[in-house]
T-cell receptor, first 109, second 113 residues
Framework: GIQVEQSPPDLILQEGANSTLRCNFS?????LQWFHQNPWGQLINLFY?????KQNGRLSATTVATERYSLLYISSSQTTDSGVYFC???????????WGAGTKLIIKP | DAGVIQSPRHEVTEMGQEVTLRCKPI?????LFWYRQTMMRGLELLIY????????DSGMPEDRFSAKMPNASFSTLKIQPSEPRDSAVYFC???????????FGNGTRLTVT
């Protein structure tokens, strides 16, 4: 099956810094989504991005499907950005998202 | 829209008891998913429905687990009898159709003692 790898596994930054999170996948995918799980456990959908670039405020994402990776950019980090960021992809089989292990982000004030 | 609504938020029960978790998907969404999250195993898909019909329940751990979706606005996940190893956060999620964004509820934290 498809393998999803996220890097880095952990990231600690000062408030105001920028960061780039990466998601590599091993095969072609039908869709790719980025999620943020905040410290209270809520899972928030950030982007649905099978290809191309999208932006939402300080966050943006780019997926290069032909090279099998996606990047999530966070600019001017705030403490509320802390949490775990997951990448999830759907392959060609039945609708089941394959999840990466996540990147744990800590933003220090 | 109110988003995906799950209840209860927390459930503490004793081993052997029946547990029922509830979910109301976003109105108009055709797909509903039940996930379980633990530190050891991460997010696991238990079962999903399309238009109230169970499509894939291969992730349901064993016969003690069952899920129903009697109508488009309500689903339940039942564990009977519960065991301590069932302790986890159970999430319900819905999407408008396949290949569309997945939206999660706030989860139910289940503790079985």
């Amino acid at each position: 099956g498809i393998q999803v790898e996220q890097s880095p596994p952990d990231l600690i930054l000062q408030e105001g810094a920028n960061s780039t999170l990466r998601c590599n996948f091993s095969d072609s995918v039908n869709n790719l989504q980025w999620f943020h799980q905040n410290p209270w456990g809520q899972l928030i959908n950030l982007f649905y991005i099978p290809s191309g670039t999208k932006q939402n405020g300080r966050l943006s994402a780019t997926t290069v499907a032909t090279e099998r990776y996606s990047l999530l950019y966070i600019s001017s980090s705030q403490t509320t950005d802390s949490g775990v960021y997951f990448c999830a992809v759907e392959g060609d089989s039945n609708y089941q998202l394959i999840w990466g292990a996540g990147t744990k982000l800590i933003i220090k004030p | 829209d109110a988003g995906v609504i799950q209840s209860p938020r927390h459930e503490v029960t004793e081993m052997g008891q029946e547990v029922t978790l509830r979910c109301k998907p976003i109105s108009g969404h055709d797909y509903l998913f039940w996930y379980r999250q633990t530190m050891m195993r991460g997010l696991e898909l238990l079962i999903y429905f399309n238009n109230n019909v169970p499509i894939d329940d291969s992730g349901m751990p064993e016969d003690r687990f069952s899920a129903k979706m009697p109508n488009a606005s309500f689903s339940t996940l039942k564990i009977q009898p519960s065991e301590p190893r069932d302790s986890a956060v159970y999430f319900c999620a819905s999407s408008l159709r396949s290949n569309s964004p997945l939206h999660f509820g706030n989860g139910t934290r289940l503790t079985v003692t």
